[in-house]
């Protein structure tokens, strides 16, 4: 069975989805639909940069969905349909698009918003992120209990096997890096985040997109989507809703949703927008299920022919 999953912030490129941008009018419609939701030329920020301004959070956000969608409608127009749907924290918007959950121009503005809630939510140099490798996700969050007495670090990515992200206040996560390393973490690397995003710290983020949420369609997904907050399937609106507001600042629980694919019998999945981390990830999950990587790069033609194949 065939599964498409949508990466989340962190793959995205200057000039990413240009060259189907050049090549289908209906590509194009898409990145024009992105330009009139938002206001401005969210286009021109992807393709031409600078690359400084499209990584911030409240760009990168909307960039990656609007790349990642391109890319979904020119399998979707070649008439492949997947079994159900997966995104990795802002991909999860995509996701919905894909599964007919939320109309493209009310994700786009959603996920502005939502990147410019979790910008808000935490000031600049008071939080990060930080990847554990090594250590099992019981040992991470046994971790983060130890650090709690230097302030706020709790598990926000469970990614795969040997590697868990944290997040939370700085001070916390430095010294929850001394006790991962003195428990046998592999490394701790700080990553490139301006907030401690899928933490508690992320709280009022999710405060505030309970509004906008409200003031959107949002329908029953046509396939089911697997929800990062719960590793499980959401089938309705309103569970839909839930999922998008406790994601903010709840951890992405995304080995355990891929498990569930794979054990549900899902053995094909198509990661679906920029970059190659999905595939990556999946891999170290399981080495017996197949991924093909679906972004602007490869030859759409040969990637179709093959999911024909498989379905």
């Given at each position: 069975m065939l599964a498409y999953i949508f990466p989340g912030q962190g793959s995205q490129f200057v000039g990413m989805g240009k060259d189907l941008y050049d090549k289908y009018d209906y590509v194009r419609?898409?990145?024009?639909?992105?330009?009139?939701?938002l206001g401005f030329s969210l286009s021109g920020l992807i393709f031409e940069g600078p690359a400084e301004e499209l990584q911030k959070t409240v760009n990168a956000q909307p960039a990656i969905l609007t790349a990642s969608i391109a890319l979904y409608e020119v399998i979707r127009r070649a008439g492949v349909r997947p079994g159900a749907v997966?995104?990795?924290?802002?991909?999860?918007?995509?996701?919905?698009?894909?599964?007919?959950?939320?109309?493209?121009?009310?994700?786009?503005?959603?996920?502005?918003?939502?990147?410019?809630?979790?910008?808000?939510?935490?000031?600049?140099?008071?939080?990060?992120m930080m990847a554990v490798l090594g250590l099992t996700p019981d040992e991470v969050e046994e971790g983060c209990r130890r650090a709690a007495n230097a302030g706020i670090v709790e598990a926000a990515n469970f990614n795969c096997p040997g590697q868990v992200v944290v997040a939370g206040e700085n001070k916390a996560l430095k010294r929850a890096q001394e006790i991962f390393k003195e428990m046998g973490a592999r490394r701790c690397i700080l990553l490139q985040v301006s907030a401690p995003f899928h933490s508690?710290?992320?709280?009022?983020?999710?405060?505030?997109?309970?509004?906008?949420?409200a003031r959107v369609e949002i329908r029953d997904p046509a396939v089911p989507v697997m929800a990062n907050i719960t590793a499980d399937y959401v089938y309705t609106a309103q569970q839909v809703r839930d999922a998008l507001i406790r994601q903010v600042s709840g951890p992405v629980l995304w080995e355990q949703s891929m498990r569930r694919l794979l054990a549900d019998g899902y053995n094909l999945f198509v990661e679906v927008g920029p970059g190659q981390v999905l595939t990556g990830l999946l891999k170290k999950i399981s080495r017996q299920t197949q991924s093909v990587n679906f972004q602007s790069e490869a030859e759409p033609e040969k990637v179709i022919a093959r999911l024909k194949e498989a379905v």
């Open positions: 419609e898409v990145f024009d639909m992105a330009d009139r939701a997966a995104g990795h924290s802002l991909g999860e918007y995509s996701a919905l698009v894909a599964a007919g959950s939320l109309k493209f121009s009310d994700a786009v503005r959603l996920v502005r918003l939502r990147g410019q809630f979790m910008q808000e939510a935490v000031p600049l140099g008071r939080g990060g508690s710290m992320m709280a009022p983020a999710g405060e505030k997109l309970v509004a906008e949420l």
